[in-house]
């Protein structure tokens, strides 16, 4: 059984030399390799959850822990110390901990230009495999670092639900979560807002494969439809160019003309896949 202790600062080769909550994603990351994009905070605390949660109780998510033992552990790892959770703290006092950690973030894991689209993206599509597929492809214009803690997030969320599923739904989860990582709290006027980001939630844990685990085929998949829009654009360009000289006499360098919407396709096509390329080598 892993030890649920604290890696010290030093060993995680952090750019920081202490404080952890309130610090923006980029600043936390450690090292720059893939493996360390996750803050080492929230791995260690899902670790401790993953072992010892007791994860069939009921309500366990919705249970705040203890106050004064939350503020004490953040004090710890704000100062460098090491933290031996299994000694130090309960599970409702971890799970509040990670929480606490999300909301602190100064931008949220949905940053706020994202979100925006997001929030546009579930009003425009009412066809479920369409809105799937934009936002996918959505959540690949995520900051690498941002990406990477989303995807551990709902990974271990994931396992919950599909392990205690009776105890814990993926709606139910993403009810609690899903305001921390979008920063979405209780307001009476946000509403609305907040259960289209637990709808938006619930589908990243019950669909997790798709959204994080299949990414080359979706990228794929993703620039042949792009491609396929702008063949689909260009064609509808270059009939209608047709239709309004359809009557006229040919003029010189009408040629060239007519060839315009081959060279703008080329153009966008080219520029797609040169912007996504930058994007998949960056996850």
Known sequence: ????????????????????????????QQGGHPDNEVPFIVRHVVDYIEEHGGLEQQGLFQVNGNAETV???????????????????????????????????????????????LMQLSQDYNNEDEFGRKLRFLLQQLPPVNYSLLKFLCRFLANIASHHEEIWSANSLAAVFGPDVFHIYTDVEDMKEQEIVSRIM????????????????FLSNDLSSITEQVNELSEEEEEDEKL?????????GAEKSNNMPEMVQLRMTENILESSSVTASTR
């Open 1 to 28: 059984m892993r030890k649920s202790s604290s890696p010290s600062l030093s060993n995680c080769n952090s750019v920081l030399a202490n404080k952890i909550f309130g610090i923006p994603l980029d600043e936390l």
């Open 71 to 117: 503020e004490w552990l953040r004090q710890r790892y704000d100062s460098g110390e090491e933290v031996d959770l299994v000694k130090e703290a309960d599970v409702p006092s971890a799970i509040s901990l990670l929480r606490f950690f999300l909301q602190e973030l100064p931008e949220p894991v949905i940053p706020g230009s994202l979100h925006i689209h």
């Open 202 to 217: 619930a589908g990243l844990l019950e669909n997790y494969y798709e959204f994080f685990e299949n990414e080359e085929d």
């Open 244 to 252: 309004e000289h359809i009557e006229e006499l040919p003029e010189e």
